[in-house]
């Protein structure tokens, strides 16, 4: 049930709120959130593994489906950003995605449901979209796999797990921080919990051992007094106090909570082809390559080497030609020579090196020389975990197919990976664990990638293409973006901080209105509208 009720004044400090969703797809529970709310201002961040219901919830807070169960209480005016598009043939994926953000902020909501708003667009036009929210003076919550876009707009992290809605304060970062302490208390938990089973069963074998052996005469009683007393009494009574002592263990054994085992990835040795006699030296020399599309001249006169060992990120704008690049040197166009000893595993959004009606570890085995204990490993890394692995791959996923052929190509006979956009419709727990691989991984790695998380964590070497120029930076993402960094002009940060402090009145205008407040607020425009004059 989705109601609306106009804003009034003090109840604008909770601009939305629901109790008792539940939401089912065919015969499962998809959602059941007991209490959720959004307050004024707040900055929440949406995650989730793929399919757990991160959708389904923003078009249930903004009244598009009807929920099993519970009421979606609104106070205040509700847009919804969708994730899937109407694409115009006439428009590129990130102007499409760009249109409908301008869109839906043109219409001025108090709430702004964003899903996966940075689909399609390029790292500059993902850090315009930042600029726009960190200035919106409503609420929202945005559903996104950039863990860098959480970072620096959210303050709250919404997670879905299980069905359930688990909320963290802080950004994602702070988030991921104390999902890793409650690993860590888990890991303890079980520890503490294997322990006093261990302990318990030890004592129930040592009762029912004891209960077996009462049934020869003691060693302190003599035959005579065995002859007056009677032995078989004293064993009986002796038999009966070990078995109630037994069967108080085994209650305690029984009462005892379980505590389920954290999966712990374990780490990753792998022999690779030719990989003692290539690191560190060249595998891939690009000599004067250049590019069309059209007549429309992409880059010309590229020069450039890869070494073993590299982890070089291919970056730059939408339409810069990045996937052009790799695949002149999957293709080995003329001008790119590659070394004899490479053998080239390359990833697109395809997906077509996958038998569907094969299993995920059949696919992934086929043409492998890893063992299968590997295969296993690599697998369980990317949370495929026991029977998973014989799921056929039919009945997966898109991002859970995109996971199995990442796995393929890593345990392939290889040396050098080539990825494009490997992360596309991977939610951020296997982003992380695709990270977690590539950074193990001893080969080499050429990737193209929006993801700038992954690029800063991953990367050696920086290749950049903007405006037709190529460039090519030996040091980390970090270090790329630090020599590109342009000191503030004194005059833009008098700006931002005017434009920060009307934020802040702006706010406290909206819930509790005053005449000193509306002369700050008067004071700031008059200084903003000075300032702009100055700069004219």
Same mark, same amino acid.
């Given at each position: 049930?989705?109601?609306?009720?106009?804003?009034?004044?003090?109840?604008?400090?909770?601009?939305?709120?629901?109790?008792?969703?539940?939401?089912?797809?065919?015969?499962?529970?998809?959602?059941?959130?007991?209490?959720?709310?959004?307050?004024?201002?707040?900055?929440?961040?949406?995650?989730?593994?793929?399919?757990?219901?991160?959708?389904?919830?923003?078009?249930?807070?903004?009244?598009?489906?009807?929920?099993?169960?519970?009421?979606?209480?609104?106070?205040?005016?509700?847009?919804?950003?969708?994730?899937?598009?109407?694409?115009?043939?006439?428009?590129?994926?990130?102007?499409?995605?760009?249109?409908?953000?301008?869109?839906?902020?043109?219409?001025?909501?108090?709430?702004?449901? %964003?899903?996966?708003?940075?689909? &399609?667009?390029? %790292?500059?036009?993902?850090?315009?979209?930042?600029? @726009?929210?960190?200035?919106?003076?409503?609420?929202?919550?945005?559903?996104?796999?950039?863990?860098?876009?959480?970072?620096?707009?959210?303050?709250?992290?919404?997670?879905?797990?299980?069905?359930?809605?688990?909320? /963290?304060?802080?950004?994602?970062?702070? /988030?991921?921080?104390?999902?890793?302490?409650? $690993?860590?208390?888990?890991?303890?938990?079980?520890?503490?919990?294997?322990?006093?089973?261990?302990?318990?069963?030890?004592?129930?074998?040592?009762?029912?051992?004891?209960?077996? $052996?009462?049934?020869?005469?003691?060693?302190?009683?003599?035959?005579? #007094?065995?002859?007056?007393?009677?032995?078989?009494?004293?064993?009986?009574?002796?038999?009966?106090?070990?078995?109630?002592?037994?069967?108080?263990?085994?209650?305690?054994? &029984?009462?005892?909570?379980?505590?389920?085992?954290?999966?712990?990835?374990?780490?990753?040795?792998?022999?690779?082809?030719?990989?003692?006699?290539?690191?560190?030296?060249?595998?891939?020399?690009?000599?004067?390559?250049?590019?069309?599309?059209?007549?429309?001249?992409?880059?010309?006169?590229?020069?450039?080497?890869?070494?073993?060992?590299?982890?070089?990120? @291919?970056?730059?704008?939408?339409?810069?030609?990045?996937?052009?690049?790799?695949?002149?040197?999957?293709?080995?166009?003329?001008?790119?020579?590659?070394?004899?000893?490479?053998?080239?595993? /390359?990833?697109?959004?395809?997906?077509?090196?996958?038998?569907?009606?094969?299993?995920?570890? #059949?696919?992934?085995?086929?043409?492998?020389?890893?063992?299968?204990?590997?295969? $296993?490993?690599?697998?369980?890394?990317?949370?495929?975990?026991?029977?998973?692995? /014989?799921?056929?791959?039919?009945?997966?996923?898109?991002?859970?197919?995109?996971?199995?052929?990442?796995?393929?190509?890593?345990?392939?006979?290889? &040396?050098?990976?080539?990825?494009?956009?490997?992360? &596309?419709?991977?939610?951020? =727990?296997?982003?992380?664990?695709?990270?977690?691989?590539?950074?193990?991984?001893?080969?080499?790695?050429?990737?193209?990638?929006?993801?700038?998380?992954?690029?800063?964590?991953?990367?050696?070497?920086?290749?950049?293409?903007?405006?037709?120029?190529?460039?090519?930076?030996?040091?980390?993402?970090?270090?790329?973006?630090?020599?590109?960094?342009?000191?503030?002009?004194?005059?833009?940060?008098?700006?931002?901080?005017?434009?920060?402090?009307?934020?802040?009145?702006?706010? $406290?205008?909206?819930?509790?209105?005053?005449?000193?407040?509306?002369? #700050?607020?008067? =004071?700031?425009?008059?200084?903003?509208?000075?300032? =702009?004059?100055?700069?004219?």
């Amino acid at each position: 049930m989705f109601c609306f009720i106009p804003n009034k004044g003090d109840e604008l400090m909770i601009l939305l709120e629901a109790s008792n969703l539940k939401i089912s797809v065919q015969d499962r529970i998809l959602l059941a959130i007991n209490k959720l709310a959004i307050h004024q201002n707040e900055r929440i961040g949406l995650v989730g593994k793929n399919g757990s219901g991160k959708t389904t919830l923003l078009k249930a807070l903004a009244g598009e489906i009807t929920t099993d169960t519970g009421t979606v209480t609104a106070k205040a005016v509700v847009e919804l950003l969708p994730q899937l598009k109407i694409t115009a043939t006439t428009k590129s994926g990130g102007e499409v995605t760009q249109q409908y953000i301008i869109e839906a902020i043109n219409k001025n909501p108090e709430i702004l449901l %964003a899903d996966e708003p940075t689909t &399609n667009l390029d %790292a500059s036009h993902i850090e315009w979209l930042e600029k @726009i929210l960190k200035n919106w003076h409503g609420a929202f919550v945005v559903v996104s796999h950039d863990r860098a876009f959480l970072d620096t707009l959210c303050t709250t992290i919404w997670s879905i797990e299980g069905g359930k809605l688990h909320v /963290y304060k802080g950004n994602y970062t702070d /988030y991921a921080q104390q999902k890793q302490l409650e $690993r860590k208390q888990q890991e303890l938990s079980y520890e503490k919990y294997i322990k006093e089973k261990t302990h318990l069963e030890k004592a129930l074998a040592q009762k029912k051992q004891k209960a077996q $052996r009462a049934t020869k005469k003691p060693k302190k009683k003599s035959s005579s #007094e065995a002859k007056i007393t009677g032995a078989k009494p004293y064993f009986a009574k002796k038999q009966k106090k070990l078995h109630q002592a037994a069967k108080a263990i085994e209650t305690r054994l &029984n009462k005892l909570q379980q505590v389920k085992k954290p999966q712990v990835g374990a780490p990753l040795k792998m022999d690779l082809l030719a990989e003692d006699t290539i690191t560190g030296k060249i595998v891939i020399r690009i000599n004067e390559l250049s590019a069309s599309f059209g007549e429309l001249l992409l880059w010309e006169g590229v020069s450039f080497d890869v070494r073993g060992g590299d982890k070089l990120a @291919i970056i730059g704008p939408n339409g810069s030609g990045k996937t052009t690049l790799v695949k002149k040197i999957v293709n080995r166009a003329k001008g790119v020579v590659i070394s004899p000893s490479v053998r080239i595993g /390359y990833f697109d959004q395809n997906m077509d090196i996958l038998d569907v009606n094969l299993s995920i570890l #059949e696919n992934v085995s086929a043409n492998s020389l890893q063992s299968e204990a590997f295969i $296993r490993t690599v697998l369980a890394r990317l949370h495929f975990f026991r029977d998973d692995v /014989y799921k056929q791959v039919k009945v997966l996923s898109g991002g859970e197919r995109i996971k199995v052929s990442l796995a393929k190509l890593f345990v392939s006979d290889i &040396n050098i990976l080539i990825l494009d956009e490997p992360t &596309n419709f991977l939610d951020t =727990e296997a982003m992380e664990a695709l990270e977690s691989l590539l950074c193990e991984y001893t080969g080499t790695i050429i990737f193209v990638s929006h993801d700038r998380r992954l690029i800063e964590n991953v990367a050696t070497r920086v290749l950049a293409i903007n405006n037709k120029q190529v460039e090519i930076f030996d040091g980390t993402y970090h270090e790329y973006k630090k020599s590109k960094a342009k000191p503030l002009d004194p005059q833009e940060h008098k700006r931002l901080v005017i434009e920060t402090k009307i934020s802040a009145v702006l706010s $406290r205008l909206s819930i509790e209105p005053s005449p000193a407040l509306e002369a #700050e607020f008067q =004071e700031l425009m008059a200084a903003k509208k000075a300032l =702009e004059g100055s700069e004219k």
